[in-house]
T-cell receptor, first 116, second 114 residues
């Protein structure tokens, strides 16, 4: 079974703090993704990575950065947390395009971040 | 750019059929997916269909694809209270050197009344 784990289920931080959200997958997947999910807005892609040390901006990268030093780990960093970054953050991974299920993504359980 | 649209809410009675609809814009999509998100959890793949198929059936689930109209639907027969969740439609749009991205709809919240 593919397993995608996220370091925290719930997190409360103060405005201005630096926040690290960690994601680990155990199936040697090439691609990893960070989304945020907000009511009425669905999933929005923040950043993705298709290889170690490679990263690309998604639809809403402002205020975020990422790090992929190892294949299994993809970190999302909020340099200076703000209240509008209060959200559910979902990490996902996928094999690589062209595999049996092509682009199927496997999701972690999510981290609900509250910024006060 | 690519877009996936679906209605935000659907309410049905237990035992009825549910039909969740989705439209997409990218005709080059290879795969189309339905994901389910239960309260407080991440997304789980429910079913998928290749773009060269019209229909796929899997127990209580039926997926219909109309490529001409770029319309995808998910039918859940004999809907149960445990089917209450948010259902996301997604299309696979491989491109360039960063393949593997999915475009998600905003999700349809299905409420099942006893």
């Amino acid at each position: 079974d593919v397993k995608v784990t996220q370091s925290s289920r719930y997190l409360v931080k103060r405005t201005g703090e630096k926040v690290f959200l960690e994601c680990v997958q155990d199936m040697d997947h090439e691609n990893m993704f960070w989304y945020r999910q907000d009511p009425g807005l669905g999933l929005r892609l923040i950043y993705f990575s298709y290889d170690v040390k490679m990263k690309e901006k998604g639809d809403i990268p402002e205020g975020y950065s990422v790090s992929r030093e190892k294949k299994e780990r993809f970190s999302l960093i909020l340099e200076s947390a703000s209240t509008n970054q209060t959200s559910m953050y979902l990490c996902a991974s996928s094999l690589e395009a062209g595999g049996f299920l092509g682009d199927e993504q496997f999701f972690g359980p999510g981290t609900r971040l509250t910024v006060l | 750019g690519e877009d996936v649209e679906q209605s935000l809410f659907l309410s049905v009675r237990e035992g009825d059929s549910s039909v969740i609809n989705c439209t997409y814009t990218d005709s080059s999509s290879t795969y189309l997916y339905w994901y389910k998100q239960e309260p407080g959890a991440g997304l789980q793949l429910l079913t998928y269909i290749f773009s060269n198929m019209d229909m796929k059936q899997d127990q209580r689930l039926t997926v219909l694809l109309n490529k001409k109209d770029k319309h995808l639907s998910l039918r859940i027969a004999d809907t149960q209270t445990g089917d209450s969740a948010i259902y996301f439609c997604a299309e696979g749009t491989p491109f360039g050197g960063s393949q593997g991205n999915l475009i998600f709809g905003k999700g349809t919240k299905l409420s099942v009344k006893p």
